[in-house]
Structure formats: C-alpha cells, structure tokens
C-alpha cells in the first residue's frame, strides 16, 4: 500500500481485480512503472476475492469434502453433518480464505514495486488521472497508458424487490443468517448454477429458472446439457423457459409468479446477470464509448476508442468470469 507514490507511470490502473493485476504483473516484467488505483481499503482483489470466485469456490470445497465421505460412511452421517453447518461458519472460512488470498496478492503487488494508491480514479483527460480520497482529499498523476478494470456488480432490476435476506443477489447470499429449506435461483448461468449445487448439497430443496430454454447460454451446447442432467440427478430443479411476471412476499415466504405458475419459496436469489462498473469514472470527459449496459466497448487488443486508454475484465462485459479477465 502506497503512501507516497510517484507522480508519472508508464501504466496506471483503476480497480485491482484479476484483468488488473495481471497487467500490473506483466507490465512490470516488461520493467514499466505501475501503479493500481483501489477504492476500497479492504477490497484489494475485487469481486475476484471477495464476493466471488473465491468465496463461492470455498463453499463448493467445503462442501465437497462433506459429501465425498458418503461412500465411506453412508449418507446419514452425511446428512447429520450437513444438518450442523451454518452460514456462519461457512461465511467464516470463505473470509479466512479470502483474506489469505488478499495478503498473499498484496505481497506480490509490493515484491514487485507495484504502487497501491488508495482512492476512487477519475480520468480527467487521456493521460491524467484524478485520485479522490476518502477524506476528500484529491491529487492527479499523469500515465502514458490507463487501463479500466474496475469490474461489474450484479444487475438489480427496478421490479425485483430486494430486501437482502428473502431476496438477494449475488452479493447479499453471502450474507444470510441461516440456511433456507427451499430456494428459487432466477438465472441459469454460472452464478446461479454454482450457487444452485451449493444449496442443493446443504440440503435445501433447489429450482433454477430460467426465461431461455437452455442453461449456461455462452457454453457448447452438449457441456451445458450434459451438466443440466448432472444437477438433475443430484435432485436440482429446472423450470426454464419461464417469464417472470411479479414477485410478492407473505411474510417468511416468497411467491415468484410466472406466465406458466406460481412458486413458492423461502428464498429467492437473482443472478440474471451483472451491469459492469464503468459509471462515475469520468469516460464521457475523454469519449471513451460504453454500449447500453454500460460495458466498455473495446477492439481486438483491448484498447477502448482513446487509444491509449484500455479497458479488460468484466468492465467489457461477459463473460464475467475471473479466469477470463486473468
């Protein structure tokens, strides 16, 4: 973390996910000057190690080390040990993870000379970069590249009423207080997949709905049938080809309306999507050009339509996943 820094770099970034501090490793293999401009004091990593990838991965695993010893000792035992989990101490682990994750990328960052400056970046023009801090301080430095990656956020619609304990997003699931008996995902992508096999394996009664009529849209088509039938043998749910109508809650309960019927449910988790994190940067001062959801239009080398302004991540849109943005 950088308390003093230097006023010029070959390369400055905004946001310090996975497309981010790749550059940031690159470039200073390459022996440019780099420095990461963050938001967040405790969000070095992004989404990346926070509230995704690896949060959800280390329920998965916990979770798969449970179900792995049916063989061995039958599913009763199984069923026992699932019964004591709580969402706090699977909330626990994914944070011990997460925060070994953090300090070990903030000992690469800092092994490699890379300068951490703690603020919300500003493009003021193409080579100057406003840093706002949080005591409303603000300075500028100058960089002959910028690169975006400031990540995405889950997509939250006006008509979804979210309420962050019967109905949440991708973030907020991290955060319930206990375990539901049954819950509605709304999005068959890798989000609400993952999250569906999660909750399928604490022993909650699990439905996917989708308004398309196939899952996981982006991959080949025998992978994403072939994982439909996976989950259905597991005892997951599939209503697709469902438009959702309206949502109501009556009292502990949510009751999801459909075109076709109505589904009740303790918890209702949408994860149709998410809208990328480029407002508020200052694109429309130097016309960097975005498309309606906000995403950051880029060409086959990630540059944006500044030249020397680049943009990577899922600030460009889908596939939002950090293996690509890496």
């Known amino acids: 973390m950088s308390k003093s820094h230097n006023s010029f770099y070959d390369l400055v970034i905004i946001g310090s996910g ?26 070095l990593g992004g989404a990346w190690i926070h509230t995704g990838t690896i949060p959800s991965k280390t329920f998965r695993e916990v979770l798969a080390a449970v179900r792995a010893i049916d063989r061995h000792v039958g599913s009763k035992w199984v069923e026992r040990l699932v ?8 909330k626990q682990r ?11 990328l903030l000992k690469q960052l800092e092994a490699e000379s890379v300068d951490i400056i703690r603020g919300i970046g500003f493009i003021e023009d193409r080579n100057t970069i406003r840093i706002n801090q949080q005591d409303g301080q603000s300075e500028k430095i100058k960089a002959n590249v910028v690169m975006i990656a400031t990540g995405s956020r889950p997509r939250r619609p006006d008509n979804i009423p979210f309420d962050g304990w019967r109905i949440v997003d991708s973030d907020e699931i991290l955060t319930l ?44 088509r025998e992978i994403s049938e072939e994982l439909k039938r996976s989950m259905e043998n597991m005892g997951v749910e599939f209503k697709l080809g469902y438009n ?33 994190c480029s407002d508020r940067l200052g694109l429309e001062r130097v016309s960097v050009e975005t498309n309606n959801r906000g995403a950051i239009t880029v060409n086959d080398y990630f540059q944006t339509s500044v030249d020397n ?15 690509t943005s890496a």
């Not at 680049?310 to 939002?320: K, Q, R, S």
Request: net charge negative; glycine share 8%.
């Open 18 to 43: 996975p497309a981010g501090v790749h550059a940031a490793h690159k470039a200073r293999s390459l022996g440019k000057s780099v420095a990461i401009i963050e938001k967040d004091p405790k969000n």
């Open 309 to 323: 302004i680049y943009a990577a991540g899922d600030v460009i849109g889908p596939p939002a996943l950090a293996c």
């Open 244 to 276: 959702l109508e309206k949502i109501e809650t009556k009292g502990p309960k949510v009751i999801s309306d459909f075109t076709v019927e109505k589904i009740e449910s303790d918890l209702f988790f949408f994860s149709a999507g998410r809208e990328s």
């Open 94 to 104: 994914a944070d011990e993870v997460s925060t070994d994750e953090e300090n070990l």
């Open 177 to 220: 207080e206990q375990i539901p008996q049954s819950i509605l995902v709304f999005g068959a992508g890798v989000i609400g997949c993952e999250y569906a096999c999660i909750f399928w394996a604490l022993g909650a009664r699990t439905i996917i709905v989708d308004a398309r009529e196939r899952i996981m849209q982006y991959a080949d």
């Open 83 to 90: 019964s004591n989990l709580s969402t706090s101490s699977l």
